[in-house]
């Protein structure tokens, strides 16, 4: 089985430029302290799986001052996201890692029910097929996972609409993959996804 790499896809916490929908709930820096707890939570969840390297894949980019006040846990590699949208980011990511002959799952900071036991399970299915993928709620994915590339998963993608998820999964049928699907998840985006946070991030 290759080596499974998770790669975490994460903004700087900075108010004013993150959980933008939450503002109107929590104030910029209210939603900013948010974003960084959940940062906290799926670094640790990635850490506690322990199926492989753990990558923070950052915007901007490892050392500028946006991350100053951010600390993060020892045990993780750091990378810049680089430019592009979202799709042209998350292709890179895949290529260069799948290119050292490892697996990825490429993941983002909203999901808190992405956790160390799922992100085991994922990795599990992912060493018998191609492609893994959790659904979200809203329609996107809070995970993708690949042991092959097709640059066409990431190009032309509606990326924030409802149709992320569907469109991938017929693109996947589409090169005749292996898929396996897991369970649909919630991310937090909009002030009503606020009640399905787990205790510790309310408390926090």
Known sequence: MNLIRIVIFAKAPVPGQVKTRLIPALGEVGAARLSAHMLDLTLSQ??????GPVELC????PGTAAWADTPLP?????????GGDLGERMARAARR??????????IGTDCPDLSAERLRTAATHLAGHDAVLHRAVD???PLLGLSAFDAGLFQDMPWSTSAVADLTLAR??????????GDTLRDVDEPGDLTKLPETLRTA
């Open 139 to 141: 329609g996107g994915y």
């Open 172 to 181: 996947l049928a589409v090169l005749g993959w292996r898929v396996w699907l």
């Open 97 to 106: 890692t799948l290119a050292i002959g490892e697996s990825v799952l490429l």
């Open 46 to 51: 990635a850490l506690e799986a322990g199926i």
């Open 74 to 82: 020892a045990g993780i590699e750091i990378s810049d996201q680089g």
């Open 58 to 61: 950052m915007s901007p980019a």
